[in-house]
């Protein structure tokens, strides 16, 4: 959530009028001063396609010009018919310099690597938003690798803005090392994909844009995080056990790389594993009058008991004392830590 608040200030929003918008697409207000609560990715869309609809700016007042509908539509038209990618984001600076003044999108090629950046004019007398650099790279990514029809793997990410208190979220975002106050705002990738063709065709591009801006900023990152592989796998297998072997078993990977990949990710097995229930929990006992027996059994507790420790482990509270603070289930008003409570499934 304090992704979202930053996003939303970034975007100039009253403080009177969030609360409203918050609600339009399903997200409860309480949320928006409590920097660890959890939103969905839908959540995350619905928010930003009613604000782009809203303030008739595809990046809703995250640049000094805004950019009006249609831009992202007619500027992926100019793409589809380019020999490669390399050709497709020269032709996207050259409708960038038409569409704002904040920056400039540059192409460096180099034998392993490659970098795509965004350059701001030094003559400019104020910076960019960090927020607005920061979708705008997303995108520029999303795009790229919907072109080519994969995911481009990203080696290293920079951003010319200081490290936000919310850097962890970022983790979420984009896989690889992140570095903040770096010279220029870019990511790096190996110089092979720029030369693979454009595959995507008018018909593709109304699909895609009829999604956007899910596809462009979350599928084409987090469906390489193993971590989240692992996560929908969990879901699944709910209420049955599930063990570090049989999920490396089933995700097609070594016991060992599982572990190893996910503590690149900055996660382990366990915590994905509690991480899950506890949003599940947090989820039922908000929105539903669902009895705690149930809860816990769907959850893979043997006993309410063990579920009860488990929860407070989590969040520092009991499941009733939680259920009571949402007001009648319709709204979290208290803190949800990450998950350090280690019960075995």
């Not at 481009?152 to 984009?174: G, T």
């Not at 990152?221 to 879901?235: D, I, T, V, W, Y």
């Amino acid at each position: 959530m304090a992704y979202l608040n930053a996003l939303c200030e970034a975007m100039e929003l009253p403080g009177d009028e969030l609360p409203g918008i918050l609600e339009e697409v399903g997200i409860s207000p309480g949320f928006a001063s409590q920097p660890t609560a959890r939103v969905t990715e839908q959540q995350v869309a619905r928010l930003y396609r009613l604000l782009a609809t809203r303030l008739d700016d595809e990046m809703p007042r995250l640049f000094s010009r805004p950019l009006r509908p249609g831009a992202l539509k007619f500027t992926c038209l100019s793409l589809l018919d380019a020999r490669s990618l390399l050709v497709a984001l020269h032709r996207w600076s050259h409708v960038l310099r038409l569409l704002q003044d904040d920056f400039q999108l540059d192409v460096w090629q180099g034998q392993g690597t490659s970098v795509v950046a965004l350059v701001e004019p030094a003559q400019r007398a104020s910076r960019c938003k960090p927020v607005a650099l920061d979708l705008m790279l997303k995108l520029i990514h999303g795009v790229a690798s919907w072109l080519i029809g994969k995911r481009i793997p990203l080696k290293r990410v920079d951003f010319s803005f200081a490290k936000p208190a919310f850097a962890a979220e970022y983790q979420a975002l984009y896989p690889g090392p992140v570095l903040f106050e770096q010279h220029q705002t870019a990511f790096h990738i190996d110089s092979s994909y720029l030369h693979l063709p454009v595959r995507r065709s008018r018909q593709e591009l109304n699909e895609f844009l009829r999604r956007a801006p899910e596809d462009w900023l979350f599928a084409s990152f987090q469906e390489e995080r193993l971590g989240q592989r692992l996560r929908e796998h969990l879901a699944w297998r709910l209420p049955l056990p599930v063990t570090a072997e049989s999920a490396a078993e089933a995700l097609h990977v070594s016991t060992r790389s599982l572990h190893r990949h996910l503590r690149d990710e900055g996660t382990s097995f366990q915590r994905v594993k509690d991480e899950l229930r506890r949003d599940i929990a947090v989820q039922k006992l908000t929105r539903t009058r669902e009895p705690m027996a149930a809860i816990a059994a769907e959850l893979g507790f043997d006993s309410t008991a063990s579920f009860h420790r488990a929860f407070k482990g989590w969040t520092g509270d009991t499941p009733g004392a939680y259920r009571a603070g949402g007001g009648e289930g319709a709204r979290v008003v208290r803190r949800v830590p990450p998950a350090t409570y280690q019960p075995e499934m």
